[in-house]
């Protein structure tokens, strides 16, 4: 498991936007080399869901928290989202 495999530039983004989605893409969740893998197995435990599903919503999180810090519009997450954001909350390591 590895973060998102899409570090391309936005079209439309400045440069602060496109800053924060690289920083968004290279968050691993924590210091150590399975960090994220770790993470993603907390967020199926959690949410009672497939790794599969887990590490999307990982994924689908990134991009919420970007909208989050960059959109205009208030956002809300989805459920699944939500859960991931209430586990990564909870982690008292990061």
Known sequence: MTAS????????????QQALWQRLQAYRFGEA??????FVRRVAREAKVSLTVAAQAVEEYRRFCFLACSGAEDVT??????????????????
């Open 5 to 16: 495999t899409d570090p391309a530039p936005l079209p439309h983004a400045d440069a602060a």
């Open 33 to 38: 080399d399975d960090a994220l893998p770790v």
């Open 77 to 94: 997450p989805s459920a699944l989202i939500d859960q991931v954001w209430h586990t990564h909350l909870t982690d008292t390591r990061e």
